[in-house]
Nanobody, 125 residues
Framework: QVQLVESGGGLVQAGDSLRLSCAAS????????MGWFRQAPGKEREFVAA????????RYHDSVKGRFTISRDNAKNTLYLQMNSLKPEDTAAYYC??????????????????WGQGTQVTVSS
């Protein structure tokens, strides 16, 4: 099994930055692609960003392109999400996810078999 633990969320003002981290433990050799998803109250979970197994390719939701950067350090078994120029509409619980099967950066949440518990990001206007 793999455990994913997110950290770095908090309450910030519009225009501020945050960096989320996701630490993986357990059978980390079985992790391939990784991603970030978010879910706001009353809304469905949505894709934010994804990164391939070796980190060579990334994908982003249109709403975060140019503001968010996903990265990973496989030696440290850690995934990151640098979030700049935050907006109130970025307010959500952010979840880290890892795939057991897919090596490319996938936006499909159903291709991720491991999920963290989430970290809350709240952006005030």
């Amino acid at each position: 099994q793999v455990q994913l633990v997110e950290s770095g969320g908090g309450l910030v003002q519009a225009g501020d930055s945050l960096r989320l981290s996701c630490a993986a433990s357990g059978r980390t050799f079985s992790i391939y692609a990784m991603g970030w998803f978010r879910q706001a109250p009353g809304k469905e979970r949505e894709f934010v960003a994804a990164i391939s197994y070796v980190g060579a390719s990334t994908r982003y939701h249109d709403s975060v392109k140019g503001r968010f950067t996903i990265s990973r350090d496989n030696a440290k078994n850690t995934l990151y999400l640098q979030m700049n120029s935050l907006k109130p509409e970025d307010t959500a619980a952010y979840y880290c996810a890892a795939s057991r099967d897919i090596v490319v950066a996938t936006t499909n949440q159903y291709e991720y078999g491991y999920w963290g518990q989430g970290t809350q990001v709240t952006v005030s206007s």
